[in-house]
């Protein structure tokens, strides 16, 4: 069964849904820093769909992750509505959609590195295949907190929105802790699925 229409239709909602989003965003230049990851991989991924296309797992994990970012960028990590409800249902002090983004931002590149590596032949122990996933991710993270470092000096004041640290003095680290835990949850839950869809790839 062809995944071309399926892919299509979620291409094209996505695109909407990026749409709306930018229609009134809270914040119309943190918006941009939070979608823009989608505005790139969106063609990217049709670039590369005729010779490198990647298995069903990966495009879905990819299309729940530009959701998170899109409504991320839509109220700004610290204001999304989903986050309050969170927040109040756990009595937490601090809307944690942020984490929830971050874990994202572990838990999908995790399978993403994890496909380009196999699929490449470029580690065969399982074990160095885990460690080796674990350092993308965390250096996914670490260059993403860069970003939003020289983004604060770029734009001082007017970077709190798109930082989202509400306060956290350690919101860095915590960013990367969750990216680690996402990607180890990610390999425990998803691998052995990961490799049953590696294998009708070939």
């Not at 505005?39 to 990966?58: D, G, K, N, Q």
């Amino acid at each position: 069964m062809s995944r071309t229409a399926p892919l299509l239709f979620a291409s094209f909602l996505l695109v909407g849904l990026l749409i709306l989003s930018g229609w009134h965003p809270y914040d119309r230049t943190t918006w941009l820093m939070e979608v823009v990851p989608v505005i790139i991989v969106l063609p990217l991924l049709w670039a590369t769909y005729p010779r490198y296309p990647l298995t069903t797992l990966l495009y879905v994990l990819i299309f729940a992750h530009a959701l998170v970012l899109i409504l991320g960028g839509a109220y700004t990590y610290a204001r999304v509505p989903l986050g309050f409800e969170i927040a109040h249902f756990l009595d937490l002090e601090r809307n944690p959609y942020d984490k929830i983004g971050h874990f994202t931002q572990g838990f999908v590149p995790a399978i993403a590195a994890r496909e380009i590596l196999l699929r490449g032949g470029y580690v065969k122990g399982r074990k160095m295949l885990a460690f080796l996933v674990i350092c993308v991710v965390l250096a996914v993270s670490a260059s993403y907190e860069l970003i939003e470092w020289a983004a604060a000096l770029i734009m001082n004041q007017g970077a709190e929105e798109f930082l989202g640290t509400q306060g956290d003095p350690w919101d860095t680290q915590s960013d990367m802790f969750f990216a680690l835990i996402g990607a180890t949850v990610s390999l425990l839950l998803l691998s052995r699925l990961h490799d049953h869809e590696l294998a009708k790839q070939h």
